[in-house]
């Protein structure tokens, strides 16, 4: 089994502040981790629950592929993040499966961690992100 756990699951906001105090107030959460990733376009905040997280993602500027999703399709469910041992690998045997890369290789992601996309295309409609930490 390449994947090892859920990573997170990415929530599209257009105010983050809004949303960080609804998760607070509704179950208690706080930020474990924030960062803005510039080249994404996006300022995240990570909640921690058990060993994965909540990502609530707001865009940056108007072109990223956050904004693009909130104008077409609202705020909500973005994308899910798997954690893989190996983000190379586990890229490599998506695509002998048929997947469609937003990435040709890994990149960095936030918080130290090495991540590739997959488009919901190949995917059955779901943005896929593996996550290497």
Request: with cysteine; charged share 25%.
């Amino acid at each position: 089994m390449i994947l090892t756990e859920i990573d997170h699951v990415a929530i599209a906001v257009r105010d983050l502040e809004a949303a960080i105090k609804y998760y607070q107030e509704a179950f208690g959460a706080t930020v474990d981790h924030r960062e803005v990733v510039e080249s994404d376009g996006v300022e995240e905040a990570l909640l921690k629950v058990a060993e994965s997280y909540i990502q609530l993602l707001t865009p940056t500027n108007p072109d990223s592929p956050v904004a693009k999703a909130i104008e077409k399709r609202g705020e909500g469910l973005h994308h899910i993040g798997y954690r893989v041992d190996n983000c190379a690998e586990a890229l490599a045997s998506m695509i002998a499966a048929g997947a469609t890369p937003i990435d040709k290789a890994p990149r960095p992601g936030s918080r130290g961690t090495t991540v590739a996309f997959i488009h919901p295309k190949g995917s059955f409609g779901t943005l896929i992100e593996l996550v290497q930490e």
